[in-house]
């Protein structure tokens, strides 16, 4: 069942969800004699998000619930069970760990928010505690955000840490500036282990939430590009044709996704595994041809049809096998969509022009439904048939680029991606830009004779 709530369709039961995950917080902040105001001022900062600045983006109500109730554990426990000062809470930890799962820092600065002021509260309501906590997730979040390698977590969690002592000092102090106590110190080892210490159980943990949340960090999608990984090191040895496609459909995508403002790393890395699954039968895919000896000549199209089908379904098993992100596999999952295998749908009208195959011929899909799925999708097509182009110009390139695009967005394989026109436009236009770059160093320029004259002429004045 759907309930219309401001414009926009939610779900029943995901609704439910967070009635419940309300319903347990409010019950928790009542035991525990907790300033209500706190829970009040999340819910009318996560209405304004969702309903108002309308963030598409924003997690579940079932993930936001967990992270919520993770929110408000945190503290708890801190603070309650192993009475530890306020400033020991896990803010920061916390904030980063969210902002690397869902790089959104609205939604991370209202996360910190609640659960440095609920730590406040819980710590006998001292104010310096909420700032101090919340000054050094701001930073932690802002540090952390899009960030791809590990040690740059730690780091952020070291400067995080180190602005929530500096707040905390300056807000604590009460004799002059320049005496340190044995508390300042006390709190700058607190304040700089919490940032620290986190950051490492962050990157412990990280795997795990990227589970839970069915989401993949920068982190890990740098991981999965390393040419090392199993499944690449595979592709490479055993599909050489598939693997420099796949390098080509890459560059493509990436700089594609780029110039739209979208996650590059993502579709360079869905790149990189979108055809694993030719692995298993490499011989039959044009690009792996050994001296172009065609194997489908001696197969009926129904045949080659369902090995080309296969390597979708082989892929997303040999994915599954391996471990994996979802993300990485939709992927591979999506990108034929419902496109037709024109090919071998071709030659099946030829030897039955009766039947009805169209149908028959077309990928199961789904269709692409991230925009990041949808220009790989494309950069796909478009790769495949630039190996075609016979004496390629800057003319023929764009010509070409420009009636794939068409044809995909005609036939609505782009329908369920997100993509706008506007959006579609600067892709094919960073297409073209890249094919262009592509064949002007594949292009043979004529042998400089007057160098090889001049050359001769030399090597003859020296003799002489
Ligand atoms: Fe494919
Ligand atoms: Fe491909």
Not at 84 to 113: Q, R
Not at 117 to 123: G, M, N, V
Not at 159 to 181: D, K, P, T
Not at 432 to 454: E, G, M, Q
Request: proline share 3%; aromatic share 12%; with cysteine.
């Amino acid at each position: 069942m759907k309930i219309p709530i401001v414009g926009k369709e939610v779900k029943f039961n995901n609704l439910f969800i967070g009635l419940i995950f309300f319903a347990a917080a409010s019950f928790i902040f009542f035991i525990y004699a907790i300033n209500f105001s706190l829970l009040i001022t999340a819910l009318i900062l996560f209405v304004y998000v969702r309903f108002v600045r309308k963030l598409d983006d924003l997690p579940s109500y079932l993930n936001l619930s967990i992270l919520g109730a993770i929110a408000i554990l945190i503290p708890l426990f801190t603070v309650i069970t192993f009475k530890m000062s306020g400033y020991g809470v896990a803010a920061i930890g916390f904030i980063m760990l969210v902002t690397l799962l869902f790089n959104n820092l609205e939604f991370s600065f209202i996360l910190a928010l609640f659960i440095s002021f609920l730590s406040a509260s819980i710590d006998g309501g001292n104010f310096n505690v909420g700032i101090s906590l919340f000054a050094g997730s701001l930073v932690g979040a802002m540090l952390s955000y899009r960030i791809r390698r590990r040690f740059q977590v730690i780091r952020a969690g070291f400067f995080a840490g180190l602005v929530q002592f500096i707040v905390a000092f300056l807000m604590e102090r009460e004799q002059s500036f320049f005496v340190l106590s044995g508390m300042d110190f006390n709190l700058l080892k607190l304040c700089l282990f919490n940032g620290v210490i986190s950051s490492f159980i962050v990157l412990g943990i990280l795997p795990v939430f990227e589970y839970i949340f069915k989401v993949v960090t920068n982190i890990s999608l740098l991981e999965l590009s390393d040419f090392n990984h199993p499944l690449l090191r595979k592709l490479i040895l055993e599909a050489p044709g598939t693997y420099q496609h796949s390098l080509v459909v890459a560059n493509l995508s990436e700089m594609a996704t780029e110039s739209i403002g979208a996650n590059s790393l993502l579709a360079r890395v869905g790149a990189y595994y979108h055809d694993i699954g030719k692995m298993v039968k490499p011989d039959y895919f044009v690009e792996n041809l050994v001296n172009y000896r065609d194997v489908h000549k001696n197969l009926k199209p129904s045949m080659s049809k369902l090995i080309i089908f296969n390597h979708v379904k082989d892929g997303v098993d040999l994915a599954a096998k391996h471990h994996l992100n979802p993300k990485i596999i939709d992927f591979i999952s999506q990108h034929h969509g419902r496109t037709l295998v024109y090919y071998f749908y071709q030659r099946a009208k030829e030897l039955e022009p009766d039947g009805k195959h169209e149908e028959e011929y077309r990928y199961p899909g789904p269709r692409p439904q991230i925009k990041e799925i949808a220009i790989v999708a494309l950069a796909d097509a478009i790769e495949a048939l630039s190996r075609t182009l016979e004496e390629p110009n800057p003319s023929r390139i764009e010509e070409m680029v420009r009636e794939v695009v068409k044809k995909r967005f005609m036939e609505g394989e782009l329908d369920e991606s997100n993509l706008t026109l506007k959006e579609l436009e600067k892709i094919t236009q960073s297409f073209i830009r890249i094919l262009n770059a592509i064949f002007h160093t594949r292009i043979n320029y004529p042998k400089d004779d007057s160098n090889r004259d001049n050359k001769s002429a030399k090597s003859k004045e020296n003799k002489s």
